[in-house]
């Protein structure tokens, strides 16, 4: 069972498009938000200081939204072994009934910071997802 992170998230007003909801960027900002807030929180800190990770891919399914104050549940989790410097993840956000609003699935490829160079990811920094 993959190692998970939830957060809630708020519909504020800065969040909110003419069409009265969630922009569609937003949800991608909440996106890369959850895939950040994981790798700090679960990740070692020796690879916190040597890695940084970028997107590459994100494949996103808009299936509802939400309005103004409205809540959702965004919960993460890494899906799979890294294939040489790419990690793939998912991202769900529930409403407040469970509804499945937004789906991504998203790669990620790793940088070592000094160099600035794709990094193989080595199954000892994926441990502490899995």
Excluded: C
Excluded at 26 to 37: C, E, F, L, R, Y
Excluded at 82 to 106: I, M, N
């Amino acid at each position: 069972m993959p190692n998970t992170f939830t957060r809630t998230y708020i519909a504020a007003p800065e969040h909110i498009d003419e069409l009265g909801h969630v922009n569609n960027t937003v949800w991608v900002q909440w996106i890369q938000d959850m895939a950040t807030q994981h790798w700090d929180a679960a990740a070692r800190p020796e690879d916190r200081a040597a890695f940084f990770w970028v997107v590459v891919r994100h494949e996103i399914d808009y299936r509802g939204n939400v309005g103004l104050g409205e809540t959702v549940q965004a919960e993460t989790w890494i899906e799979g072994p890294a294939l040489g410097a790419k990690s793939h993840r998912r991202v769900e956000f529930v409403d407040a009934a469970g509804k499945r609003l937004v789906s991504a699935a998203t790669t990620w490829a790793m940088l070592d910071r000094a160099s600035r160079r794709l990094a193989r990811v080595r199954p000892e920094v994926l441990a502490p997802f899995q």
